[in-house]
């Protein structure tokens, strides 16, 4: 697999691991980005080994509530997004993807490490539960806790520095100016996609039956090697990566803008675009990197960002402070940013309806008959593969058949555009969270004919399979959803500003949890101990009024959706109306779960 290269020829943009111009052939290519796919697969069947089965340990093992399990779980996976904008401003701008990917692999290793211990020394955790003590289950201790939130947020940490930078940095082994390596560079991604989705699929089958049966010291300690073996795997190429000059984070830009603008606030707008800073005003060759853009009119403040200082010559053009002048092309480049914020702020809401897939959706798989025959039972948490099998159907079943009925009828080459994909994946969220709710008042109706209310840990004669649907559902909504909005993202942001597409979709991913969060404490707080529909007895609750909630939020924010999707004109459209030409879109990396 390797690649035709020439012996000796350096490359303009790329650095070896001494600082000197790499050399193709010594440098790069498949070989390098082997050891960061290893290094990748190795990181997800840790982070999902984790995450997927953690609301189990925390009831079964902590004894804490389902409620704040639940907001412990969602919490956790919407930091470890978060700080993926952490993690991508440090790579951009101080450490670069390589020290950044190596720092955060060690603090990840080092959370899982303590993760690991806590289940091992029984004075990390809770005494079983007996019936000779009241209450029968002593819920964890202040101090349990601590060191199990220290675990899991140093395990965040890490997660998030090694999602901001490792698919890009295995892009950065290929060279864009090479025909050949581009190419190469798009089937990356594609096996990039393929060993998450290798290690996922381990971490739900194989790991969740190892926690459940032969232990979470087991399950964990696994975890730990697996992370560490994948630090060492990705230090191993580093004789031969290809190393990117940083080029600043794109929030930087952001930020630069809205202080010259606040700076500036006092003047008034000119209605003459010449009295603006503009890239053809820089001496330096750096307006052949930006794609030109036609001033708008929309969020005029912004303008202000623009205006040039009187006593500005044409002489010191490279000595401006980006602070109090920015170009009209970065003005503009943040607008476009602005703009894609409706569609942004109403694809959350989709990743809240998934969080309940690794939450309340596996307490109520616990209750269930689980039984494949006699004697195998499948674990709880493992019901997340259904997640795996309808996104491997969707998207053949999308390829194949539904974009060929779509490019007839709605005369797109593309089949479905990007915002009709978020569309899709949107209605299919509603209807996940109308079978969850069907479900949950089947399972509950089921547990009262057989006298099981009374009773949290009984096995209720339902099979778990009736919780398929809402796993399908959710599944193949986020086969639509994912890739609608990574193309979305990354069409739609300026040439300049490319690492924002990542940054944009997974803090949507990071809010739908803290969303979920959110709805979760008011929920409990307003339904309250007497009534509640979250209790930590599932058969004693009204967890399907939870479900009729989220559908009802759904359905709302599709609507909104609609209209703010209607309002959008996409940038090559808008462009072309205004006769300029859009430039080719790079080849980036994209993140993922």
């Not at 093992?61 to 904008?85: D, E, K, Q, R, Y």
């Not at 692999?105 to 955790?125: C, D, E, F, M, Y």
């Not at 060759?285 to 044409?314: C, I, V, Y």
């Not at 269930?368 to 259904?386: C, E, N, W, Y």
């Amino acid at each position: 697999m390797s690649l035709p290269t020439t012996q000796g020829e350096t490359l303009p943009d790329a650095l070896d691991y001494k600082g000197r111009p790499a050399v193709r052939a010594k440098s790069g290519g498949w070989s390098s980005a082997a050891m960061i796919l290893g290094g990748e697969a190795m990181e997800r069947l840790t982070t999902l080994g984790i995450a997927v089965n953690l609301v189990t340990y925390l009831t079964g093992t902590m004894h804490l509530g389902n409620a704040t399990s639940a907001n412990t779980v969602t919490n956790f996976m919407g930091t470890s997004f978060m700080l993926c904008l952490l993690g991508g401003f440090i790579a951009d701008s101080f450490l670069g993807r390589y020290l950044t990917i190596a720092i955060f692999a060690t603090v990840q290793a080092t959370g899982v490490t303590l993760l690991t211990i806590s289940t091992v020394i029984p004075s990390l955790r809770p005494p079983k539960c007996t019936e000779n003590t009241a209450p029968p289950c002593i819920p964890a201790s202040g101090m349990q806790l601590t060191f199990l939130y220290i675990a899991l947020y140093l395990t965040a940490l890490g997660t998030g520095g090694l999602k901001s930078s490792v698919s890009g940095f295995g892009s950065d082994q290929f060279d864009e100016s090479n025909k050949e390596e581009k190419s190469q560079m798009v089937k990356f991604f594609s096996w990039f996609f393929f060993f998450i989705s290798l290690g996922s699929l381990a971490a739900v089958t194989v790991l969740v039956y190892i926690q459940d049966n032969m232990g979470r010291e087991w399950g964990y300690g696994i975890c730990a090697c697996a992370i560490v073996v994948g630090l060492v795997i990705f230090l191993s190429g580093t004789k031969r990566y290809r190393f990117k000059k940083l080029v600043g984070s794109p929030l930087t830009q952001i930020a630069a803008v809205f202080v010259a603008a606040w700076r500036k606030r006092n003047l008034e707008l000119p209605s003459d675009t010449s009295f603006m800073f503009n890239v053809d005003d820089l001496g330096d060759g750096n307006k052949k990197k930006k794609q030109s853009l036609p001033h708008t009119k929309q969020f005029r403040f912004l303008d202000k960002a623009a205006f040039k200082d009187p006593e500005m010559s044409s002489s010191n053009t490279n000595m401006i402070n980006k602070w109090s002048i920015s170009t009209l092309t970065d003005v503009e480049e943040v607008k476009m940013v602005i703009r894609m914020l409706p569609i942004w702020a109403t694809t959350v809401i989709f990743w809240t309806v998934y969080a309940q897939m690794t939450t309340f959706s596996v307490s109520q798989a616990t209750t269930m008959d689980r039984h494949i025959g006699k004697s195998f039972q499948i674990p709880a948490a493992s019901l997340t593969v259904f997640f795996v099998g309808s996104i491997l159907l969707t998207v053949p079943v999308y390829d194949r058949i539904i974009v060929p009925i779509a490019k007839k009828v709605l005369k797109n080459p593309q089949g479905l555009t990007p915002l009709q994909r978020i569309g899709v994946g949107l209605v299919f969220s509603i209807f996940a969270m109308v079978a969850a709710a069907l479900t949950e008042l089947k399972r509950l109706k089921v547990a009262k004919s057989h006298g099981s209310i009374n009773n949290p840990t009984a096995e209720i004669p339902l099979s778990v399979f009736w919780l398929v649907p809402q796993f399908f559902f959710v599944g193949s909504g986020e086969a639509f959803t994912y890739i609608g909005q990574l193309d979305f993202f990354l069409r739609e942001c300026p040439k300049g500003m490319k690492t924002m597409s990542t940054g944009l979709f997974l803090s949507t991913l990071s809010l739908g949890f803290f969303v979920s969060s959110l709805l979760v404490t008011v929920v409990h707080k307003v339904t309250g101990n007497s009534n509640p529909w979250l209790a930590d007895n599932l058969n004693k609750g009204k967890l399907y009024n939870f479900y009729w909630l989220l559908a009802i939020l759904s359905g709302l924010n599709f609507v909104i959706y609609l209209g703010c999707a209607k309002w959008y004109v996409y940038m090559d459209k808008r462009l072309a109306e205004e006769g300029i030409e859009l430039e080719e879109t790079d080849v980036v990396g994209h993140e993922t779960k």
